[in-house]
């Protein structure tokens, strides 16, 4: 079974990194780290740091055991390219490149049935099978469901309508008796507003 880690955007050529990448490919995982551990640079502890990754991913995902792991294959990728300028005579500006490398380890080994990974197995192998018959009787049954509680919160919206209507219509019938009584009120001289009014020069 194969396992990867990945690191992205490492500050360094991809160029730099490869012929260390090449010298450990093929090995075990014990001696592979034993070689960058004491090769001499700055890449060989980059590609350590993503070898270890990838047999802690073996040993606590897979329950691999390191002395069982080989390095399958390294894998070193071009990453993103930021520019910059160095200032020059006669007001000209020189380009840098600065390179990044996605570096990729991939280690491979055989997994034994230990207690945990047996565990997985027997819960997958418990898993009931539903045939078809069984599977359309039971969404039957939640349909029915359902459609009980769509009755309920229907009857529910038809009893809270009732009662807003009627509101409504004693809100009218108390407004129509008071334009009723501004009526009588006015009738019988009572209004302020009018008693007040300037008269009209005809």
């Known amino acids: ?5 990945t690191q ?6 991809p160029r730099k990194i490869r012929p260390y990448a090449k010298m450990v490919q093929g090995m075990s995982a014990v001696e592979a780290q034993n070689q960058l551990a004491f090769a001499v640079g700055k890449a060989p502890g980059l590609i350590l740091e993503v070898l270890k990754s990838a047999v802690a991913n073996a040993k606590n995902n897979v329950q691999i055991p390191e002395a069982d792991l080989r390095v399958a294959s390294i894998l070193v990728n071009q990453g993103l390219v930021m520019k910059r300028f160095m200032p020059a005579a006669k007001g000209m500006a020189h380009a840098i490149l600065k390179r990044t490398a996605h570096i990729t380890v991939i280690v491979e ?3 034994s049935l230990t207690k945990a990974t047996a565990g997985k197995v027997a819960k997958k192998d418990a898993i009931k099978t539903v045939t078809t018959d069984e599977f359309v009787a039971q969404e039957q049954k939640e349909a ?10 229907d009857h529910e919206d038809h009893l809270e309508k009732h009662d807003t209507e009627e509101r409504s219509v004693d809100a009218v019938v108390d407004k129509k008796a008071q334009a009723f009584q501004k009526i009588k009120m006015n009738q019988q001289g009572a209004d302020k507003k009018k008693t007040h009014r300037r008269k009209s020069i005809g």
């Open 109 to 111: 080994g055989e997994v």
């Open 144 to 153: 029915k469901k359902e459609d009980k509680e769509h009755e309920g919160h």
């Open 1 to 5: 079974m194969k396992i990867s880690a």
């Open 8 to 13: 992205k955007h490492t500050r360094m050529s």
